[in-house]
């Protein structure tokens, strides 16, 4: 199973229409806020089901906050972060997925990458698909693909 994970598109698709191109093949395609009304857009493109959840900037949206659900055998939390503080650090998102009893939150909001495992939680930020705040400020998403043996990787990619 392949999954695209992208986050903070902002209403701009060149980024996200090309790393579905990059991608190739998948099974899912997640998207963790901030895609500011597009999101019946990004449903028609994605030539696959998608999950989308509303972000900080998804004002009169009538999408979920937050969403747990199924991939493999992994229990996943999907939320924008900002209600967690995830600009400030992960502590209290790490506090939250625990407590839930995930194997993985996926976030978005700092337009910054990041996988962090931990023993018993994995966080995931796939980073900014349109404006990527890191250094070298390249666009970034995640693939996460989940191997005969039901284990899930993550890579990062970048656009150009």
Request: hydrophobic letters at 35%; a negative charge.
């Amino acid at each position: 199973m392949r999954v695209l994970i992208v986050s903070d598109t902002h209403r701009q698709h060149g980024n996200l229409e090309q790393a579905l191109k990059e991608a190739g093949s998948i099974n899912l395609l997640l998207h963790l806020g901030d895609a500011e009304g597009s999101e019946y857009y990004i449903q028609q493109i994605a030539g696959c089901p998608v999950e989308i959840i509303s972000g900080n900037n998804d004002f009169f949206s009538d999408l979920e906050r937050e969403k747990e659900i199924t991939i493999g055998r992994y229990k996943v939390l999907l939320t924008h972060g900002h209600y967690y503080y995830v600009s400030l650090g992960t502590e209290n998102i790490l506090e939250e997925g625990r407590a839930r009893g995930v194997d993985i939150v996926m976030f978005g909001h700092t337009h910054r990458p990041l996988i962090e495992i931990h023993e018993d939680i994995t966080l995931i930020n796939p980073g900014s698909i349109s404006y990527p705040r890191q250094e070298g400020k390249k666009a970034t998403y995640m693939i996460m693909e989940i191997d005969n043996q039901g284990e899930a990787k993550f890579t990062l990619h970048t656009i150009g």
